[in-house]
């Protein structure tokens, strides 16, 4: 599903790098969905997405380097987020790097001045999510120089939305942006 949607400078900027709030990109199938497509949803796209990455405790670092680098899942499902930056929109999605760590998805691997797509291993104290949705954080760069603006974020749910439904051979995928404030 393809939304046609252009942020205003102003909503532009107001996210960029000084938000209040918590963004989170949530992609799921329809509550309504019939049995085959949730199948079809928790065979092609949760459990690749989810087990294309590496266990918690692996990708937390408590494990030697050298057993960080012989992980089994890394890379495992590389060729999807090729896909999915590849049918952005926008250039700078479309050039977003993969992720060099076992539990990234795309962006560069500065913290200080690369801005990620990572999976997000918490829910916000008022958002109710469906256990089985996919659930990623955008990130800043820390030096504030490399932001996500609402426009690119909605292009990277619009592919990835659209990459899921093609996965699982049905349109009951949907994708948006979660604004989750915190204390």
């Known amino acids: 599903m393809s939304h046609d949607f252009t942020a205003s400078s102003s909503q532009q900027n107001y996210f960029k790098c000084s938000t209040p709030h918590q963004l989170l ?13 949730m199948d079809s949803w928790m065979k092609n796209v949760f459990e690749v997405f989810m087990k294309g990455r590496c266990h918690p405790i692996v990708a937390n670092r408590q494990y030697s380097l050298e ?18 930056r590849s ?39 008022r958002i109710e ?5 996919l659930i990623l954080y955008p990130i800043n760069s820390s030096d504030k120089n490399d932001c996500f603006t609402i426009e690119e974020l909605l292009d990277l749910v619009n592919s990835l939305t659209n990459l899921c439904n093609r996965l699982t051979n049905c349109q009951g995928c949907r994708g948006r942006i979660v604004i989750e404030g915190y204390d």
């Open 129 to 133: 999510l469906e256990s089985y949705s």
């Open 87 to 125: 049918t952005c929109c926008l250039s700078r999605n479309k050039n977003l790097g993969l992720l060099d760590r076992c539990d990234g998805l795309l962006g560069g691997d500065n913290n200080w001045t690369d801005r990620q797509i990572r999976y997000c291993r918490f829910k916000g104290p």
């Open 67 to 84: 057993q960080i680098q012989n992980c089994e899942n890394c890379g495992k499902f590389n060729h999807l987020l090729h896909e999915w």
């Open 25 to 37: 990109l949530l992609i799921r199938m329809d509550n309504d969905a019939p049995k085959e497509f």
